[in-house]
């Protein structure tokens, strides 16, 4: 009886850690919309990436719209490497990056120093 409960538990537990990481995970990538034939997404850049993953299709090009709030030098800065792009981004405006995410996989992004980061996922 004892061996049956601690097994239920287990299994509980079990679900509730899966579900807590792939269900986070899946409400906050964020899909880009298509604006005439390309597709934009657009993060805020305020204590960090809002949101933090946005999702693309490869094989069509992409417009991120990095919309700075924060006045912090920190995250003054976008890099992405993969696609050879490090840009300064303005206060209090939207900047665009252009890039053509041909490929599918994950991307990283981060602020000029690599202390805040996100993901473009490419699917
Ligand atoms: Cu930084």
């Given at each position: 009886?004892?061996?049956?409960i601690?097994?239920v538990?287990s299994?509980?537990?079990?679900?509730?850690?899966?579900w807590?990481?792939f269900g986070?995970?899946?409400a906050?990538?964020?899909l880009?919309?298509?604006?005439?034939?390309?597709?934009?997404?657009e993060?805020?850049?305020?204590?960090?990436y809002q949101?933090?993953?946005?999702?693309?299709?490869?094989?069509m090009?992409?417009?991120?719209?990095?919309?700075?709030?924060?006045?912090?030098?920190c995250?003054?800065?976008?890099?992405?490497?993969?696609?050879?792009?490090?840009q300064?981004?303005?206060?209090?405006?939207?900047?665009e990056?252009?890039?053509?995410p041909?490929?599918?996989g994950?991307y990283k992004?981060t602020?000029?120093?690599?202390m805040?980061?996100?993901?473009?996922?490419?699917?």
């Amino acid at each position: 009886m004892v061996q049956t409960i601690s097994i239920v538990v287990s299994l509980v537990a079990i679900g509730f850690i899966l579900w807590w990481f792939f269900g986070q995970r899946e409400a906050e990538a964020k899909l880009a919309e298509n604006v005439d034939g390309v597709q934009v997404v657009e993060i805020t850049v305020d204590g960090g990436y809002q949101p933090r993953t946005v999702q693309l299709k490869a094989g069509m090009l992409a417009k991120l719209v990095f919309n700075r709030k924060d006045p912090s030098s920190c995250l003054e800065e976008v890099l992405l490497p993969d696609f050879g792009v490090a840009q300064m981004l303005t206060l209090g405006k939207k900047t665009e990056i252009t890039i053509d995410p041909s490929k599918a996989g994950e991307y990283k992004y981060t602020c000029g120093m690599q202390m805040f980061s996100g993901k473009v996922v490419v699917k």
